[in-house]
Each structure stands twice: as C-alpha cells, then as structure tokens.
C-alpha cells in the first residue's frame, strides 16, 4: 500500500513536470521562510501571515511546508510527537502548518503541497530500482536535491485557490531549525533553486528569536547573529529577518542586527507577542513588509495595496469580546494543546461569529474514570467538577483505548443531563457505545478497537481496512455524506436537505448489521455514505444538540466562515440555537 502511494505520488509529480509550461515555472516568484535559535517560533504562521499580506495585495499565493522527518507523512506520528494531522481534501495526512494555510489563505492544498524527507527518498529510490538513472551512482547531489528542486517546481504552479492557472508567489516553510542534519540537503536544493531562477525571483525570510535575559533586561541580539552565520555559510543570505520577541524591538537592537547580520533595517521584521495570531498579518503590513517583499521580487507594479480591512476587523473583534463560553473537551491528548489545533481553532472561528471568547477546559478523558477516584482523587474530582460547570461537551477523534472509559461517562453525562454534545469521529462511535450500554442495556457493546471479542461489536473494523499497515491505509480525505431527512439539526445548519461533504480520518465505523438495534433507543442516523451502509451523522431526538459525526468538520472551517457543526453546537450551549435555524437570512446571524 505504502509502495503504491509513492509510486502514484512519483508519476503524478513526473507527468506534472512532463507536460509543465517551462515559461509558468520559471517566472514563478518564491519566498522561503526558514528558522533558527530554537524550533516552536512560530514559522507556519508567520509563513500564513506573509501569504495573507500579499493576498491582500492582490496576487495568488500558494504554500509548500518542507518537513526533514524521514517519515513518508504525518499519519503515523503521535500527536504528543507532532502536534495534530491534518487532512487534505486527497486524503493527505500532513504537518499541522497546512491547516494554518488553509485557514489563513483559504485554500484547497493538495497531500503534494507537503514535502518530506521520505518522500523524497522513496521517489528517488524507486527510480534507481526502475533503472532510470541508467547505472550511474545516486547520491544526494545531485539527484536527492534534483528531486526536492523538481517537486518544489512542479507543485509550485499546481492551481490551489480554484482558479485557472499557478499563483503568483509560493510561499515555502522549512521546518525545523537551520543546521539540523536532516535539513541540509534540502538547504542545498534550495541553495540550487535561488541561483538557477535568480535573486528577484527568490526571497529568504529567516525567522529568528531575541530573547531577554532577566537579570540584563537587554535584548540580545548574539544568538540571531549566530543563526545567520550559519545559514550564510550553507550558501543562503537571507533578505529579512522575521525576529520573534516579548516586547516590540528596540530601534538599537534593529541597528546591531542589521550591522552584523546584513539585512538592511527597512528588512528587519517584528513579530512580538500580540493578542491573537490575526494580529500578525497587520503588524507585518504595519511595518510594510509587503512593499518590501513586493520590490524584491519586481511584483511591486503589479500589486495593489493592501486590503485587510476584513482582517483587521476580526482581529479587533476578538480582542473586544467580553463574554464567553465555557467548553468541556475530553480527550486523550489534552496535555498539548496542538494535538486537537484543528478542533481550537473551529471553536474559535465559531464564538467569534457568535460574538463570544471560548473557554475550553481541558479534561483528561482518564481522569473521569471511576479507577481514577482511587489512584488520583484530587484530579478525579476536578476533572468532574470541570464537566459539570460546563455549557457544552465535545469528544474529538482519538485512537487507542486509554481514556474511553471516561469519555463514555462525558457522553452519558451530556446526554442525562441534555448538554449540548458534538461527538467527532472517535467520539461518535463512543456516544453509540454509551447507548447501547445505557440505553439498550447491552452492557457489554464495544468497539472491536477496544474489545475484539465482544458479543456486541457496535463499532467493527472496516473491511477495506489493512491489518498489516498503518500508513495511509484508513478511509481519508473529502467524502460525500447523504443526509436522510431534512428535518434535522445537522440539514438546517449546513443549508442543504442533500449532502455534506467534509475529511475523513477512520479505520472503524458503526456496525450496520446494529443500525436498527440502536435506534430503537431513539438515535437516528441522518447521515449515511454513498453506498447506504457506512453511517456518517447521527443525532439524538429530544435532546438540545447532540450530534455525532464520523468526519472531522474542524478541517474545513474557516476565520470568518465558521464549521457549521461548530457554529451550531455553540449556538446550542447559549441557548440560540433554535432562533438560528428559523432565521431566514440563511446562516447568518
């Protein structure tokens, strides 16, 4: 499977490159944003926010992220390890900095959009067992950085903002921190890549950290000036720097930077701590980073100024915002908050339209548990009181079967309780377990994923599913849900009595062969795949809001046009939701 994938992937980029206009790639404008010092500051959004100013200017912006893990994709990697895995409308299982570009630029990007080292590798490893390199020795000079060129190139005018023809500038993050070893040929491709398309067709964005020593109190400016020695003497001279900071930079620390770094002032960028990431994109077009960027890359002609009024509205908005609401997430991953960055993000995006700051508590789904009273009361105790002060419950997706007990109890509390629910993936297939249990009496109805043994398996494995292999082997990417009446929460919401199409990440579902037992106890199944057999949506009759879905709707909001799930479930925990759904101006509040 994992063979085939990359096989398809190799062909699909060598057809691309085939039939590629030469003329499109080569006026192609890039700006790459590398970092240095210390991983965590903040790249892919500052790489988002570059991409949101040019928008703004008028000019067609795509992205590419460059991860040097060997791993093929993110699928397989922990979300403790890495953060969340995003999905892509393919189906792509990516870095979690695609999501921010998705959301900041408002594209469609494509599983190509991500490049890894794996990748790379595999691609380059299975031409050489396919004799294309003609008997020469493959090293990685010239044909590992060749590769990493020639897919930069190609993805690079690959149309991902519904539009005819490739964007205007590509905007590329190398993730990690410059002198990993893991990085270097990518360096050096990227080294190859400036000099053969030229200076005013390339622009390097070193993102770099001042920090503040507490007992001096004086920025320093000496592990700046390190990183981009480094990076110079790999070939890359970069033409801002993008300094994170606690405070706005002092007008000396720009002078020393720009002496012993040689960047001019005017390229010296701040990005200090703000209120909200949205506040990025306008401290960048403050500083006037665009005219900068612009003129560099000769675009300064063709480009308008630009227009964030939408932007800063929304930002301003939020930071107005005095009231909230208070959200109960049980999950497995609460200890990092980016392993559900997706889910936070669709919170947001939905109190925002409904004029609220989210309050999420965070619950540790072992903590609710009735093992958890004996070995550690205190949290136990907290964790329950937590649920209870809460206006709503959500259960995001999760694998594995630490913590289920406790998510299955959130479940029954909402539902006893009639809290507003929203159950996403793993946690639709836990309000079904719940159900069955508590409702139907079938007190040993499981999921083969947790008990492969149990009498009543509620939730089976799928049968396309493989056994043997983890990566990209489950039921992924962008799908169309048939919606079975017109008369539920979820129809009214998204506006369409039809179909639902969102991604998809899942190995199990719902046992078909048990549809018509579990709603016997009042659930219905709104939802069903193409074929009438996969169950997709479900809601609860005589209940405020409680919905479970197999997909994952948090992939597809966005600032400004919020998930409609998310939207609901919170217009549900204030107590608007039904004046919404009779609202005539459709969707809007």
Request: proline share 5%; with cysteine.
């Amino acid at each position: 499977m994992l063979r085939s994938n990359i096989s398809q992937t190799l062909g699909r980029i060598t057809v691309q490159s085939s039939v590629i206009d030469w003329k499109k790639k080569a006026e192609m404008k890039y700006v790459l944003v590398t970092g240095g010092v210390v991983s965590g500051l903040g790249k892919g959004v500052t790489a988002s926010s570059i991409g949101v100013v040019l928008k703004a200017c008028g000019l067609r912006v795509t992205s590419i992220k460059i991860d040097p893990y060997l791993n093929i994709d993110a699928g397989t990697m922990s979300p403790f390890e890495h953060g969340e895995v995003f999905v892509l409308d393919d189906g792509g299982e990516v870095d979690l900095d695609l999501g921010n570009y998705e959301r900041f630029l408002d594209l469609k990007l494509t599983r190509d959009n991500n490049i890894t080292t794996g990748k790379i590798y595999q691609s380059v490893l299975e031409k050489e067992r396919q004799g294309d390199y003609l008997g020469k020795t493959v090293q990685v000079v010239p044909h590992i950085t060749d590769a990493i060129k020639n897919w930069i190139e190609t993805v690079s005018i690959i149309p991902v903002d519904g539009k005819e023809g490739p964007a205007d500038v590509c905007v590329i993050e190398l993730g990690g921190t410059v002198g990993d070893i893991e990085s270097m040929p990518f360096i050096e491709a990227l080294r190859q890549l400036l000099f053969s398309v030229g200076q005013n067709n390339f622009c390097l964005i070193h993102v770099s950290l001042i920090p503040v020593l507490g007992v001096v109190g004086e920025q320093k400016t000496k592990p700046t000036q390190h990183s981009v020695r480094e990076l110079r003497a790999l070939g890359l001279t970069p033409h801002f720097l993008a300094c994170r900071s606690a405070e706005p930079l002092l007008e000396s620390t720009r002078q020393k930077l720009s002496q012993f770094c040689h960047v001019p002032v005017g390229n010296i960028l701040n990005i200090h701590d703000v209120p909200n990431i949205w506040h990025i994109p306008l401290l960048l077009r403050n500083q006037n980073a665009h005219d900068a960027i612009l003129r560099h890359l000769e675009l300064f002609s063709v480009a308008k100024t630009p227009n964030l009024e939408e932007w800063t509205g929304r930002a301003e908005i939020f930071d107005s915002l005095t009231n909230s609401v208070r959200i109960a997430m049980v999950g497995k991953y609460v200890g990092m908050a980016d392993s559900y960055l997706s889910v936070v993000k669709s919170l947001l995006h939905a109190c925002i339209a409904s004029s609220l700051k989210p309050a999420i508590d965070w619950i540790a789904a072992s903590d609710l548990e009735d093992e958890s009273a004996k070995s550690t009361p205190e949290a136990h105790a907290t964790a329950w009181r937590t649920l209870r002060n809460a206006a709503c419950v959500l259960v995001p997706g999760g694998f594995g079967d630490r913590g289920v007990k406790g998510m299955i109890l959130a479940a029954k509390y909402a539902r006893e309780n009639k809290v507003p629910y929203l159950g996403i993936c793993l946690g639709m297939q836990i309000s079904v377990i719940e159900i069955a249990r508590n409702v139907l009496g079938l007190e040993s109805a499981n999921s083969t994923e947790f008990d492969d043994r149990t009498p009543n398996p509620v939730v089976i494995f799928m049968p396309e599913g493989s056994k043997t292999h983890m990566g990209s082997t489950m039921r992924l990417g962008s799908r169309k849900t048939l919606v079975q009446t017109p008369d539920c929460i979820t129809a009214k919401l998204y506006h369409n009595s039809e179909y639902v199409d969102e991604r998809h990440r899942h190995r199990y579902e719902v046992n078909p062969d048990m549809v018509s037992i579990l709603e016997e106890s009042g659930l219905k199944f709104v939802g069903k795949d193409e074929t009438g057999k996969r169950m997709e949506i479900l809601e609860l009759k005589d209940h405020p809001f409680y919905v479970g879905v197999q997909f994952h709707p948090e992939y597809k909001s966005r600032p400004g046009r919020p998930s409609p799930l998310f939207l609901g479930f919170i217009l549900a925990a204030i107590g608007k939701l039904e004046p919404y759904l009779q609202n005539p101006r459709n969707g809007r509040l």
